[in-house]
């Protein structure tokens, strides 16, 4: 028996990066995933992956931003499986990274909206569904920045920040009713997302070399505890969000 036999994970920005891991890592675990993302092409590359190796999942096309797309992401869930287990609120972008002075507007709206708000909407859209099966996984990916300012700007990091109250939130409103939020905090992970970042020279060079690790992470490194924080056996861990950063920020 696998660890999610017969579960249902919705993991949102899954057609790259850290959700393409968290995507087939859930399904060679046993859960039938639904892919969602803004990009549908992504996103079923994703499935086309995680069925490769012999999984089920759906590709969803949906922006976390706006409820009624994340209400049809949550239909299109509920047709394709009958169910919601496991959420993990992946999706997300980086804005301007300019000094705070400088960043528009449109970046701290388009940052905080999709970072954010839809941690937010994406969250209680499930719930109601969680609540009704007395049991359900929301699983919030932060990131170091939800902890401290860097060069990832003035948006970005007010948006993780965010999430981790988010995800504290979450814990204390519905923990005694079934549903289980804990959130993660990647170091910076070798994605698409930081392609440009994990250059030579680049602006986390030193946090990260420096670090105990002394690489940049990979995302099977974050991918093996979503599969952990999803599980049963994660059953004591409510509203924290965990750093998974090669130590990059003990000091
Ligand atoms: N890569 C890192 O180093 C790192 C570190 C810390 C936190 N994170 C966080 O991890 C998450 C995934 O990042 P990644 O590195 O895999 O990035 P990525 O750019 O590779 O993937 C992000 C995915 O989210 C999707 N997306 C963007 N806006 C969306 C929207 N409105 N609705 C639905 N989908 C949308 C994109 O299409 C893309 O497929 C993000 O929340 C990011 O902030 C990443």
């Known amino acids: 028996m696998s660890r999610f036999d017969g579960r249902v994970a919705i993991i949102t920005g899954g057609g790259s990066g850290l959700g393409r891991e968290f995507s087939c890592e859930l399904a060679k675990d046993g859960a039938r995933v639904v892919v969602a993302d803004i990009f549908l092409e992504g996103a079923e590359e994703t499935v086309a992956l995680v069925e490769a190796q012999g999984g089920t999942s759906v590709a969803v096309q949906a ?7 994340v209400q049809a992401m949550v239909h299109s869930a509920l047709d394709a499986y009958g169910a919601i287990d496991i ?3 992946n999706a997300g972008l980086v804005g301007e990274t300019l000094p705070a002075a400088e960043v528009s507007e449109e970046s701290w709206d388009r940052v905080m909206s999709v970072d954010m ?12 569904i969680m609540l009704e099966k007395g049991s359900g996984v929301i699983i919030n990916i932060a990131s170091v920045s939800g902890f401290l300012a860097s060069a990832t700007g003035i948006e970005y990091t007010a948006a993780k920040h965010g ?7 979450l814990a204390y409103d519905y923990g ?5 939020a804990v959130g993660v ?4 992970i070798e994605t698409p997302l930081t392609a440009d970042w994990t250059k030579e020279g680049g602006p986390f060079h030193e946090l990260t070399i420096d670090a105990p690790a002394a690489r940049y992470g990979r995302p099977i490194d974050i991918a093996r505890f979503i599969s952990f924080l999803a599980s049963d056996e994660a059953s004591f861990m409510h ?3 965990f750093p998974v950063d090669g130590g990059s920020i003990i000091r």
């Open 63 to 69: 922006d976390v931003s706006q409820s009624g797309s």
């Open 87 to 89: 959420l993990i609120n």
């Open 117 to 128: 708000k839809g941690v937010f909407l994406g969250s209680k859209a499930v719930i109601p």
């Open 163 to 169: 999430v981790v109250g988010l995800t504290k939130q």
């Open 176 to 180: 005694h009713q079934g549903i289980r």
């Open 185 to 188: 905090a990647p170091g910076v």
């Open 239 to 241: 509203g924290h969000t």
